[in-house]
């Protein structure tokens, strides 16, 4: 008999003995018949699942927009789950609308319907957690949540009323709820969540259970769902989540360590990761949307050895180790050596992917990432590239280069890397770079394009790396 999992559903404390596998929005839809909550893609692509969690933590309980398509029901354990009905029980306001709603309605932003409940949670979430408030990041945030009728552009219209009906919001967290609840955008029955959470029972809330030996090891589930999805309903699951220290990100002798399970959001939200590599969370902007980024982990990135792999590939570049962990004993890889072939890696029985590290420069690095996809947010590429260099004033010391689509793994660029050791910067100097990456290669044509295309977009990502780091020492008209 499955373990209960315990938690609280928009206003109610909810105890279901249902497989852990169980994806939330079938619960949700099914079992409490809360059918405001829609079934698109079940890939995380269009959002008309997107619900709110809230996730208790050091900073007092944080709340983000996730597809509960792709969600484990065990993981929504000791949280609060909010659906589109607990943002607005009961229409108290004179129109009967939350302001998000009623922005949709005023500037014709819904027509059928059916992407509007999930726009308006994303929405939602981007208003309790978001410190800036500004338009762009309004939009980011809904980047997730696909509609097929009404056109983005009144979309768009709905989301600057909002922003300008709202006005300015404390940026501190204790003060950002209560302003919000003021403001009618949700609910008063949040202030006291926090306080029931605390109150669920530890061992029936997921905190620490002993899970059996044939359980599906999952982390955030983003891709494992999209493969395996009607097969997990009946799983019991290792959740990477619910493990201590998994989710970590913190510095130790010169490097930086970042837990399996810390999700892309984590990383862009580090303030470690971004006084290390400062460009670094605006290149993962491009890596999916904002409900996958709030589950997809690091280590499902790198163990699912997909050979366009955004996160494999950026670390590829910042000369990752990893470290994989059997009960007590760890061992540690570069990261350029744990990928072996299609889809295989060095990972053993037994062993879980635990961390990855990134060395600190003294002085720090030059990096920068490329990715050409179909959409400019949450697609697949076509060819994505990184580059990370240390610098000995105009030299280069040392260079780590790698590329995805161009190989069967996440590719380190090996004699690329060491070709450009101890060169200085010119055209002629990156028109050899190129030269030798391409020989390392060997791109297959498929759906995402045929090999000589990917070939040479590939050296277009490389020189696009030097015209980005170095201004004014190449010009476009050098590409070879």
């Known amino acids: 008999m499955a373990a209960k999992t315990v938690f609280i559903l928009n206003d109610r404390e909810v105890r279901v003995a249902l497989p852990a596998g169980t994806a939330l929005v079938d619960f949700i839809r099914d079992d409490q018949r809360l059918t405001g909550t829609h079934v698109g893609c079940r890939e995380g692509d269009c959002g008309a699942c997107t619900v709110l969690l809230g996730t208790p933590g050091a900073q007092g309980l944080r709340y983000r927009a996730v597809a509960s398509c792709l969600f484990p029901l065990a993981d929504a354990a000791g949280c609060h789950v909010v659906t589109i009905e607990g943002l607005n029980p009961d229409g108290r306001s004179p129109s009967g609308l939350t ?157 930086i360590f970042i837990g399996a399970a810390a999700t892309v959001s984590d990383l862009m939200e580090s303030r470690l990761l971004a006084a290390a590599f400062p460009p670094l969370a605006g290149f993962l902007r491009q890596v999916s949307a904002t409900q996958v980024r709030n589950r997809a982990t690091v280590g499902g990135n790198i163990v699912n050895a997909s050979p366009i792999g955004d996160l494999s590939v950026i670390l590829l570049a910042l000369d990752a180790a990893i470290g994989l962990r059997r009960d007590a004993a760890t061992r540690e890889r570069k990261l350029s050596e744990f990928f072996l072939g299609y889809k295989k890696t060095d990972l053993q029985p037994g062993e879980l992917a635990a961390w990855v590290s990134v060395p600190l420069c003294r002085d720090g690095i030059l990096f920068h990432f490329e990715k050409v996809a179909r959409r400019k947010r949450q697609d697949i590429a076509s060819v994505n590239s990184a580059i990370g260099l240390e610098m000995d004033g105009e030299r280069i010391a040392a260079a780590h280069v790698s590329a995805g689509g161009v190989a069967p793994v996440p590719l380190y660029l090996r004699a690329a890397s060491a070709f450009l050791a101890g060169r200085q910067v010119s055209a002629e100097t990156v028109r050899e770079f190129i030269a030798v990456a391409g020989s390392e290669t060997a791109p297959i044509s498929d759906v995402r394009g045929a090999a000589v295309y990917k070939q040479a977009l590939l050296g277009r990502l490389l020189f696009a790396h030097f015209l980005e780091l170095f201004p004014g020492k190449l010009q476009a008209g050098d590409l070879p």
Request: hydrophobic share 45%.
């Open 99 to 255: 302001p998000v709603q009623q922005a949709f309605v005023s500037e014709g932003a819904s027509q059928c319907g059916f992407c509007t409940p999930g726009l308006v949670v994303s929405l939602t979430a981007f208003l309790l957690e978001d410190a800036g408030l500004n338009l762009d990041d309004a939009v980011t945030a809904i980047e997730g949540n696909i509609c097929r009728c009404t056109g983005y552009t009144a979309i768009r219209r709905a989301v600057r009323r909002l922003l300008h009906e709202v006005g300015r919001l404390p940026q501190d967290p204790g003060e950002r709820l209560p302003a919000l609840i003021a403001a009618g955008v949700v609910p008063a029955y949040f202030a006291a969540i926090p306080v029931r959470l605390k109150e669920l029972p530890a061992a029936v809330a997921g905190k620490s259970v002993r899970q059996p030996g044939d359980a599906v090891v999952m982390a955030g589930g983003t891709d494992l769902y999209v493969q395996r999805g009607p097969g997990l309903a009946g799983k019991e699951l290792d959740l990477m989540s619910r493990r201590e220290g998994f989710a970590a990100i913190w510095p130790e002798a010169e490097r």
